[in-house]
């Protein structure tokens, strides 16, 4: 399991194997996967995880996620469901439905979301 800190992204864990998007791509699709995600660049689609999802402070999203615990940063425009946990730093701006057990905002995100735990 991996331990999410303010240190530093899941990307840059020895050993990290999950899919990476970087801050210079730009992506339009659909991804299905066990394993943690991490976006730092343009995404536009739905993304289904078991594992974690990371949206670094790169990041331009829109379309919608599913996974178990999600950390957001960048600038999204999305439907957000994460079953464990989710936290929106104070550096993210999103819009739209955010859902999970544990909902976390930092101060000085700017957030227009209907939110609502489960």
Known sequence: MLNLNKKGHI??????????????????GDIESEEDIFIDGN?????????T?????NANLNGSIS???AVL?????????????LHVS??????????????SIDPGAIINIRASTK
């Open 67 to 69: 996974a178990r615990s």
């Open 53 to 57: 999802i990371e949206i670094g402070k």
């Open 11 to 28: 990307s840059e864990l020895v050993g990290y194997s999950g899919t990476y998007i970087g801050s210079e791509v730009t992506a339009k």
């Open 90 to 103: 104070g550096c993210c701006q999103i819009q739209g439905k955010i859902v999970s057990k544990n909902i």
């Open 43 to 51: 995404y536009q689609g739905v993304i289904i995880t078991t594992g």
């Open 73 to 85: 940063e960048g600038i999204i425009k999305a439907d957000v469901m994460a079953d464990d946990s």
